[in-house]
């Protein structure tokens, strides 16, 4: 089963319009990556949470980490068309040596 | 600062093939980490470099290899190609510690024909 599950899988929604994008881990959460992916791109990094309870804002874009329940949300405030793409939730999970990613959110932006 | 750099861009291969992809990681950056993307499988670790050394592997079978240079700059080879060896390979360079965060090169779409 996956580690990091991320929902939804994909999301459309009409611009301007607020959203939220969860990644939940089976494990305990050391720490918890968001990155943002445009087709066939590289992963843009966008925030890091470490602590439970910490909060990051980027512009629109705010995530969240809840450590008791294994639990992050990202959430864009008025979308554009700017902020269509994939995003990745990546941790560092108990047990593993490596950063473990979810499946991606793919977001699209109808205007 | 120059970001992670990953060439080539794009890749055409037969079946049977060997092929090399670089990575040269941001500068300063002592750890360069290979992933594998697929539509079905998604963002698979490949395996990590530190100072010239394997830190971690993933669970690719063994013509799947790296290696690390003095300068951090990394490859990885990918021998006997197959079909399902197509894949948008991605480097990712950090500092080196666990909790660092890892930057990302642009990929390299490899594409077996």
């Known amino acids: 089963s996956q580690e990091l599950e991320q929902s939804p899988q994909s999301l459309i929604v009409q611009e301007g319009k607020n959203l939220t994008i969860n990644c939940t881990s089976s494990?305990?959460?050391?720490?918890l990556y968001w990155y943002k992916q445009k087709y066939g791109e590289g992963l843009i990094f966008l925030m890091m949470?470490?602590?439970?309870?910490e909060e990051k804002s980027h512009e629109k874009i705010t995530a969240k980490l809840d450590e008791k329940k294994q639990q992050s949300s990202l959430h864009i405030t008025a979308s554009q068309p700017s902020h269509a793409g994939i995003y990745l939730c990546?941790?560092?999970?108990?047990?593993?040596?490596?950063?473990?990613f979810g499946q991606g959110t793919r977001l699209t932006i109808n205007p | 600062k120059a970001g992670v750099t990953q060439t080539p861009r794009y890749l055409i291969k037969t079946r049977g093939q060997q092929v090399t992809l670089s990575c040269s990681p941001i500068?300063?950056?002592?750890?360069v980490s290979w992933y594998q993307q697929t539509p079905g499988q998604g963002l698979q670790f490949l395996f990590e470099?530190?100072?010239?050394?394997?830190?971690n592997k993933g669970n690719f079978p063994g013509r799947f290899s790296g290696r690390q240079f003095s300068n951090s700059r990394s490859e990885m080879n990918v021998s006997t190609l197959e079909l399902g060896d197509s894949a948008l390979y991605l480097c990712?360079?950090?500092?080196?510690?666990?909790?660092?965060?890892?930057?990302f090169g642009p990929g390299t779409r490899l594409t077996v024909l």
């Open positions: 500068s300063g950056h002592r750890s």
């Open positions: 494990k305990t959460l050391y720490g």
């Open positions: 949470l470490q602590k439970g309870g």
């Open positions: 990546g941790a560092d999970i108990q047990g593993a040596q490596k950063l473990v």
């Open positions: 470099y530190f100072s010239e050394t394997q830190r």
């Open positions: 990712a360079s950090s500092f080196g510690q666990t909790a660092d965060t890892q930057y």
